[in-house]
């Protein structure tokens, strides 16, 4: 197959690449800069792509719509990045409006034009409480979309769509995904600062697999803590 992928540089697209080549995928790795406050998770998308793995890599630049869809702390600014448990109804605050939405029309786009025949996301199970366009429902619609949108019927993979992120993190491991490299948080400084919703389902999840996280944190503890809260 030749795929498509939409590619942040975080944790769970990058098991994705891992698998699509596994399985002898041609891919090229679509990242989009919509002037996220994570930004260097760019860098990071461009890093891995460039480990000699055959991957192309292309960055979609579509900061230019931020002031028209700057809503949400992954793109507002001004709003704090809530902490806490992902699946609280307070992370709605990280809801970047229509983000998959968007940026899988595109990736049609790209396809099309470049002569790829799929489009694949790493949507989660875990992101189905706060984010609507990660839904199986929303999947399903979005494939059908992208089938009759386009003379080429470009499918929609989204693999991981009922998988746990520690399913996805044990699938990374077997994988040997440099998770190193990878970059979640939502906060955007030096370090991840394991507060944050990504950051406390990603330090969750190794935790869940008996397996360490080789990030370093500005608070490895903190998880723990919203875990409880959230029980
Ligand atoms: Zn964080």
Redesign the pocket.
Known sequence: MKTVLVYSGGLDSTVLLYHLLSEGDEVLALTFDYGQRHRREVNSAAYICCLDRGVEWKLADITSLRPLLSKGAQTDHSLPVPEGHYSEEGMKATVSPARNLIMLSIATGVAVAQGYNRVAYAAHAGDHAIYPDCRPGFVEAMGYVMAEGTYEEIDLWAPFTWKAKADIVKLGVELAVPFHLTWS???GRDL?????G??VERLEAFDLTHTTDPLTYEDREFWRTAVEAKK
């Open positions: 948080c939502y906060a991840p600062c394991g507060r944050c990504t950051c």
